[in-house]
């Protein structure tokens, strides 16, 4: 059997008897870092008797076949440093692999940065796209952004305390400044915050760099978003009188608050 078990994401507190029990009891352990797992079972007062394994992106796939002949007889449980495993952290290919083998695999759930900050970011919650950590280069965030631009569901994304910044910056480009969002900081822990509003806005409060891992929230382009089809339209009229059509889509992204890159892209649909 393999048994997926969620671990705090900052507050010891948040440890569920059944996670407690689970390691305890455990004859093997597949870890992401297996020091945090010590470190872990040390604040949980958990002595473990476990077989410990490293789990990690760089050797996943090597270790599969030997914890899928383990589950086969055995309990094999599966960690991650902080929250659940596989989400945004290894894992899923062992999962495959066990489900494939015909191994049974159980849960036990617990804390999660997408839902935690999710809850409290204030935006609709009914449907959300979970997107993972965000590239580290401007380009490629861009990139990830433009993607997304006509997506409807609340999108949810992880990023580093030194780029949440220039992330920001990209997203209020591409998204809008006006366009809806949150970050969350330090969630579960003693200094956690959420701080809500549009994208300008939080780019003005990310200057003062704050500090934690952050999971950045924004909301969807719903009907109360900009009608970017329209505005494409105007930047054509507006590049018929000789104005460049990129002069034209920053011109019109400024008045009314908009992602020029949108703006352009939309134009360039129109004129096809």
């Not at 549009?198 to 382009?221: C, F, H, N, T």
């Not at 507006?238 to 400024?254: P, R, V, W, Y």
Request: aromatic share 6%; proline share 3%.
């Amino acid at each position: 059997m393999l048994i997926l078990a969620a671990t705090p994401i900052g507050n010891l507190s948040d440890a569920s008897k059944r996670l407690e029990t689970t390691l305890a009891e455990a004859s093997f352990i597949a870890a992401e870092d297996t020091r945090e797992l010590k470190r872990l079972c040390r604040g949980l007062g958990i002595t473990l008797n476990a077989k410990l394994f490293s789990l990690h992106e760089h050797n996943e796939r090597d270790r599969i076949d030997e914890l899928v002949e383990l589950a086969k007889d055995e309990i094999v449980v599966l960690v991650s440093d902080a929250g659940m495993p596989t989400i945004s952290d290894p894992g899923f290919l062992l999962v495959r692999a066990c489900a494939d083998a015909g191994v049974e695999i159980q849960i036990v759930p617990g804390p999660s940065a997408v839902v935690s900050a999710l809850a409290v970011s204030g935006l609709p919650t009914d449907r959300f796209s979970f997107e993972g950590f965000l590239p580290r280069k401007s380009g490629e965030r861009v990139r990830v952004f433009e993607s997304l631009i006509t997506e409807k569901r609340t999108m949810v994304f992880f990023e580093a305390p030194h780029r949440i910044l220039e992330s920001l910056k990209d997203a209020s480009k591409v998204f809008g400044a006006d366009r809806l969002a949150s970050v969350s900081r330090e969630l579960t822990k003693k200094f956690e915050e959420t701080k809500r509003g549009r994208l300008q806005e939080l780019v003005e409060w990310a200057e003062k760099i704050p500090k934690g891992e952050m999971v950045l929230v924004v909301s969807g382009a719903g009907e109360e978003q900009l009608d970017y089809e329209q505005l494409g339209q105007k930047a054509l009229l507006l590049a018929e009188t000789g104005m460049g059509l990129k002069q034209a889509s920053t011109e019109l992204a400024d008045k009314f608050g908009a992602s020029k890159t949108a703006i352009y892209q939309h134009a360039l649909q129109a004129k096809a």
